[in-house]
């Protein structure tokens, strides 16, 4: 396990949940899938100071600071740039995507003793503090409940309604796991498959890691000739797996290692 994955993985998959003071980290860590050369502890360093520029200590003027002054705003017209999921590069170009905005949003404010809170909406990625929600995407809006059900309808042609919970806050581990299975998609679309690589091996770290994701990451490596690596992630991935696939990963790994003789 390389380094920086081995970071994430300490970081995701920890006796302690991912709380916001990690979150930044993590964002930087997912970053390094499309740029490897991303140092993260100076970029983390790049976070203080722009706290530090701020002079907000509540969240609506914070929001005004960062988004409705458009020092960060929406990209809209490369939405799926992946750098707009890149925390330095969002710092760089002051354009993201809605979770990338929002994890600066949460990062900034608890360095200024703020609390703030992300919320998978599902087609749109907003931020809670204190019941108001925040369109960082869109210049910082403030929302209330309503108007978050307006703002959904709007982006679904008014097909159906929120769901249930669906205006909950959610934990900055589930943030991570997201802005990684955008990226998956991304790369997928792209056929990059050495940054699909580093996705999967990322969203492989989580406890709760789908079996097909662990599986896919050691796929990936097999395909790249690293069997030695292929297996034994195969043989961590038989610790979780049901008794039923228990007989096929086991083959699968038995043949990659057969492959290293």
Excluded at 3 to 17: I, N, Y
Excluded at 81 to 100: A, E
Excluded at 220 to 241: N, P, Q, S
Aim: hydrophobic content about 45%; glycine content about 10%; proline content about 5%.
């Amino acid at each position: 396990m390389d380094d920086r994955r081995k970071t994430f993985a300490d970081l995701v998959a920890g006796a302690a949940p991912v709380g916001r003071e990690q979150l930044a980290m993590g964002a930087l860590l997912v970053g390094t899938t499309v740029d490897p050369g991303i140092d993260v502890d100076a970029e983390d360093r790049r976070l203080g100071e722009l706290a530090d520029s701020c002079s907000a200590t509540s969240a609506g003027p914070l929001a005004l600071e960062l988004f409705a002054s458009g020092r960060f705003s929406g990209n809209l017209g490369e939405y799926y740039d992946p750098d707009n999921s890149v925390l330095p590069r969002v710092l760089d170009r002051g354009l993201g995507i809605p979770i990338t905005l929002s994890v600066l949003f949460i990062d900034v404010g608890r360095r200024r003793g703020i609390e703030v809170d992300g919320v998978a909406m599902p087609v749109h990625f907003l931020s809670v503090a204190d019941d108001v929600y925040y369109d960082v995407f869109n210049a910082g809006t403030a929302l209330d409940a309503a108007g978050c059900e307006a703002l959904y309808g709007r982006m679904t042609g008014g097909r159906g309604r929120l769901p249930r919970g669906a205006l909950s806050a959610v934990p900055p581990a589930a943030i991570l796991q997201r802005m990684l299975w955008n990226l998956r998609s991304i790369a997928e679309g792209r056929n990059d498959f050495p940054m699909a690589t580093r996705v999967l091996g990322l969203l492989s770290c989580f406890p709760d890691a789908p079996l097909q994701v662990r599986v896919a990451y050691a796929t990936t490596l097999a395909e790249r000739g690293r069997f030695d690596l292929a297996a034994a992630e195969v043989e961590a991935a038989l610790e979780v797996a049901p008794e039923s696939a228990v007989e096929r990963l086991q083959a699968r790994a038995d043949q990659w290692v057969a492959r290293l003789n």
